[in-house]
């Protein structure tokens, strides 16, 4: 179990993560475990905490859930916003980087991207209909 970062809110399973998911703002979740990359990873964490408005920060505990989401080994950052996934990593930049990262996804106009979302979901929707059997789409076979 990765320590826990006093100042985070934990989420310890897959429930919790998506009860954060449906919180307004940047949810920004923190994946560490106990190696010194990842307590360096926290110091920042924790020291960035109130720079950037609109983050919400968690500490992502159940490790399965973090690598379902793509990152493998800590230290890493989960970055939803609008229960849209921004980013999910292994993250080793430095503070800086960390930095202008929250402050790009806290500014995101997120109207394009739920726009672009939409038309790949009717895209792949219409894409899913084309490919039912001829036969299927118009009804049983006349006698």
Do not use: I, K, N
């Not at 020291?47 to 950037?52: A, E, N, S």
């Not at 930049?93 to 930095?99: D, I």
């Not at 806290?106 to 036969?135: K, T, Y």
């Amino acid at each position: 179990m990765p320590p826990e970062a006093e100042g985070l809110h934990p989420v310890g399973d897959r429930p919790a993560f998506e009860a954060a998911l449906g919180l307004p703002g940047l949810a920004a979740f923190a994946v560490a475990s106990d190696d010194h990359t990842s307590r360096s990873f926290l110091e920042a964490v924790l020291r960035l905490r109130g720079r950037v408005d609109g983050v919400r920060w968690h500490q992502l505990q159940d490790l399965e859930v973090a690598r379902m989401l793509g990152v493998e080994q800590p230290p890493g950052l989960v970055l939803f916003r609008e229960g849209v996934g921004l980013y999910a990593e292994r993250f080793t930049a430095g503070e800086v980087v960390l930095e202008a990262l929250l402050r790009r996804a806290a500014s995101l106009d997120m109207g394009p991207v739920h726009r672009e979302m939409e038309q790949a979901r009717a895209a792949e929707a219409s894409l899913a209909a084309h490919r039912v059997c001829p036969v299927a789409r118009r009804g049983p076979m006349p006698r």
